[in-house]
């Protein structure tokens, strides 16, 4: 039976156990195409469901029904989202942000993680999972010692499956490493995408901050540390390409800035950037109403769009749709591509998160290092 | 284009070998099998599903592994080819923004135009266009690696030598070669640093996918559906040129746009007269008596000039 047809089905008066009989027919949230039901089942005097979709109100309350304490909210999501959430949930006047207890399905993230949902025919990417089948490159980790930022950094390099040291390798140095590990399996990615021959094998620097809002927002020693300290080292360590054509940034959100701010304070050292919903706020007059920590990224934006150059020959450029920064990362596209960048884009139905970021590493790691699938005829 | 060699049989891809188990029951192997699995790369030696479909003795010549202790070893070596791949991927990068644009306009001009006029002799020039700078490409990629071929002096590399002396024993007493598939250029490479082929006899070869591109007379790269975005066929540069007029088209049926007419078309246009044949997985071809035959459970394919895909001639 349709969801829609049990509710319809519930006497005027229900009882408890028509309510559990109803939880015990459908998971929650029920998807049906671009429809998401969510329901919670409790004593409440509000829940709603909580997220960070641009464009929709942050809040979106669900509606008890009568005489039960099962709360619903039906709303309509495009095919293919990607939806993070939490219920909020108010006692005694009290607003408590909870995991869906219904759902299963969670996002990590460093904030503690959401519940996540999709809109029709959402899959997470199979290349995405640990294969067993399929040989995983290492990681290295040391501590290099910063004359620029002070103090020492943390360090992972990862080495693909086939990493020889005699053979030259393309570098691609990651801001948030870790977290990318952690919450994007860029490990997983790129062991599955390399051995499917659709990624070249490249090693991987995963780098860390320590003061991340202010290092990654245009810091001149941060770059001076990613260029003049971490790259001579890796390139002394590892086999490299030893030249700006074998290099490339990645980051999200201002990771983001962090690698267009480096590739633009060090012109040719770098080939190519991924960025992935970056917070590449700016303004065309007057001030922002961003928080004051953007401070320094609109103004490095603003400086960058009068006085661009072209610090790298290709980039790849994604961003969320349901992300506030949707705006700032679409108009930067035709920015690129006017200053003789080749700037591939791709947006999806999903938020500023580590799994869209997840989601897009295909796209974007086998347009910069394309691997030898075009020459491979097993 | 040269004549192909008789005895010489090309198969499609081999996931579960099962064309090659069934050629091997009527094929005359009369001494242990030589067989390279360089396409394969780090993984050359995870080959003991392909030796269980061999079923009789068999020895894999290592030419990957020969190669990287050869790399590791010898400095000078891998210093020029180093050098030599920088210039041909220069050359390619330089080739293939020529090619995106002429194959544009050849593709818009195969669209049907206005009715009334016709837009043949228009065609027939892009086409012409695409065929020459392939042409001139290849001759300038070929002129590229006979000049390195010179400069890395190979006959006169003791440790080349003495793989290639090792090499040149041991086809000798085999009595089959057989040419897995995988990545084509590395492939290519090390059948022709080691010589493989100029020390095998009569017998049978046996190559497939990649492995049977790597003996055309020339390679071309293809995959209408990459992850990121279509991508335009390429040549790369000459084979071994073994298979006569033969362009084999390993997983043509997942790589290509089979039913766009139009890429089917501007495809066989281009390459003729070698004729684009579909390497499937069934696909078995035999060099017999002059003649080429097709031997698989189903008949073979091949991409036609009118953009459909019709039963190979021989």
Sequence with gaps: ?378 | MAEPRDRLFLLGPQPAYASLIRLLERVEVRAPAAYTTAGWETEEGEDQELREAIGGPCRNLELFARSEHLFAEDTELIGLLRERQDVLRHLRDVYNARLGHLLDAARELLLPGPAGISLEGERASAVDMIRRLDSEYLQRVTGLIEDYDSRLRLSERPLLAAHRKDLAEILSRSGALLIAGGHVAILLNRLRLFGVLQHVGDVPVIAWSGGAMALAERLVFYHDFPPQGKGNPEVLRAGMGLCGSIQPLPEGDSRLALEDPIRVQLFARRFEPFQCVLFDEGTVLERRAGRWHSCGPGPARQLGVDGQVREFAS
């Design chain 1, 1 to 378: 039976m349709s969801l829609p047809r049990l509710f319809e089905s519930l006497p005027a008066e229900p009882a408890p156990a028509d309510v559990e009989r109803i939880l015990q027919k459908v998971s929650f949230p029920y998807v049906d195409g671009s429809s998401v039901t969510f329901a919670f089942v409790g004593e409440a005097e509000q829940v709603a469901v909580r997220h960070w979709i641009y464009g929709l109100p942050s809040s979106l309350p669900l509606k008890r029904v009568e005489g039960t304490d099962l709360w619903v909210l039906q709303a309509d999501f495009p095919a293919g989202s990607r939806i993070e959430y939490k219920f909020g949930v108010t006692r005694d006047g009290h607003e408590e942000w909870i995991f869906d207890p219904l759902n299963e399905q969670v996002a990590n993230d460093p904030f503690g993680g959401n519940s996540v949902t999709h809109g029709g025919d959402y899959e997470r990417p199979d290349w995405t999972f640990r294969d067993p089948s399929v040989r995983q490159g290492r990681i290295e980790r040391f501590a290099l010692r910063s004359e620029a930022l002070g103090g020492e950094r943390q360090v992972g390099v990862y080495l693909p499956a086939g990493y020889r040291p005699y053979r030259r390798h393309r570098l691609l140095v990651v801001h948030d490493g870790e977290d990318y590990l952690r919450y994007s399996q860029l490990d997983n990615a790129l062991d599955n995408l390399i051995a499917r021959r659709e990624v070249s094998p490249l090693v991987v620097a995963l780098t860390n901050p320590v003061d991340r809002l202010r290092e990654y927002a245009h810091d001149e020693r941060h770059a001076r540390h990613i260029v003049e300290e971490l790259v001579p080292v890796l390139e002394q360590r590892y086999s490299l390409i030893p030249e700006g054509s074998g290099r490339s940034l990645m980051g999200a959100s201002f990771g983001g800035v962090a690698s267009l701010s480096t590739a633009w304070l060090y012109p040719g050292a770098f080939d190519s950037l991924l960025l992935q919903s970056g917070s590449f706020a700016f303004t065309d007059i007057g001030g922002h109403s961003r928080s004051p920590v953007f401070d320094p990224v609109v103004a490095f934006m603003n400086a960058f769009r009068k006085a661009p150059g072209r610090p790298v020959n290709r980039a790849f450029v994604s961003c969320g749709m349901f992300e506030s920064l949707i705006y700032e990362n679409r108009s930067l596209v035709p920015f690129l591509q006017k200053h003789g960048i080749e700037t591939t884009y791709e947006e999806a139905y999903d938020g500023h998160n580590w799994e869209n970021w997840r989601d897009r590493l295909r796209k974007g790691l086998s347009r910069l290092f394309p691997g030898p699938l075009w020459e491979s005829y097993l």
